[in-house]
């Protein structure tokens, strides 16, 4: 059972830097074209699917890790970080990539709202990384407890 449970350990850590790295990596290349003004209409809908695809393939991981870990204690507070997380990661850059072409507004404020963006979803994916420690530092603790008796 230990052993089973190492594997889903290194699943998940592999999804987890997987996941966050394409979210980043997609986020920066929108900014960056829309920061040089050189967007069109396909990287819009190409980076909304991408974070669309990658949001199923984090419920999907945070199935896995909830199935395998035990989760007893805070369990408020791990639901707030998950939603905060899929708030400031997926929530919030999918609206701006929606609303942009709607709003009213001078094309710097653009460019610095774009570069927010990024700001906040660098800080949800700080975010979840330090809910990822937390757990499997948790986990950690469960094995030297099992060990100990």
């Not at 999804?15 to 979210?23: D, T």
């Not at 290349?29 to 069109?40: A, C, G, S």
């Not at 945070?62 to 400031?88: A, D, E, G, M, P």
Request: glycine share 2%.
């Amino acid at each position: 059972m230990i052993n089973d449970s190492n594997k889903v350990i290194n699943i998940s850590k592999f999804l987890f830097y997987l996941c966050n790295g394409l979210i980043l990596l997609t986020i920066v290349i929108f900014t960056v074209n829309h920061f040089f003004e050189q967007k069109n209409f396909f990287s819009s809908k190409l980076v909304i699917s991408i974070i669309f695809f990658l949001t199923l393939l984090k419920l999907i991981y945070w199935q896995l890790i909830k199935s395998k870990i035990n989760i007893k204690n805070k369990i408020k507070r791990v639901n707030f970080l998950k939603l905060t997380f899929i708030i400031l990661t997926f929530a919030l850059p999918i609206y701006m990539i929606f609303q942009e072409p709607y709003l009213i507004i001078d094309q710097q404020i653009s460019k610095i709202s774009f570069l927010l963006v990024m700001f906040f979803v660098i800080i949800g994916i700080l975010i979840e990384k330090n809910l990822f420690s937390n757990l499997e530092n948790n986990e950690d603790n469960i094995k030297y407890e099992r060990d100990k008796i």
